[in-house]
């Protein structure tokens, strides 16, 4: 069975390639790593991820909370927030785009692990309950 692929969205490259490599240590792939809302809204319908891990912060127009609202809209992927943000007002911005996760900084490995399963297990069965439904 091919790796789960997790799209990694962090606005510091430094923190980026530490969550990439703890990532790939579960057991994942991680086909990129991205900066900008702009650029991960432009490369989900080319990288396919089955999950991606947003931060809020990001570098350009688009924070995280409007990528992940724009892909869900138009893209069947799950996004689990890994932010240090976690006023009330954020949270209530990001409530509104159904997150399949909101996991705050700095993160345990296994609660990132947990988180993970978690969503793309939850993902798997909303799939299979819309199918049916159809």
């Known amino acids: 069975?091919?790796?789960?692929?997790?799209?990694?969205?962090?606005?510091?490259?430094i923190i980026g390639m530490e969550i990439r490599d703890r990532v790939e240590n579960l057991g994942y792939d991680v086909p990129a790593v991205l900066s900008y809302g702009?650029?991960?809204?432009?490369?989900?319908?080319?990288?396919?991820p089955d999950l991606i891990l947003m931060d809020i912060q990001l570098r350009g127009k688009v924070d995280g909370i409007q990528a992940a609202e724009q892909i869900r809209r138009n893209y069947d992927i799950p996004v689990v927030y890994l932010t240090a943000y976690a006023d009330d007002n954020t949270l209530k911005r990001a409530k509104i785009t159904e997150p399949f996760g909101y996991v705050i900084k700095p993160f345990e490995e296994r609660d990132l692990a947990s988180t993970i399963e978690m969503a793309l297990y939850k993902h798997q069965i909303d799939r299979k309950l819309k199918q049916s439904e159809r």
Do not use: P, R, T
Not at 1 to 13: C, P, T, Y
Not at 38 to 48: D, F, G, S
């Open 38 to 48: 702009e650029e991960a809204i432009a490369k989900v319908e080319v990288l396919k």
């Open 1 to 13: 069975m091919a790796k789960k692929k997790i799209l990694v969205v962090e606005d510091d490259n």
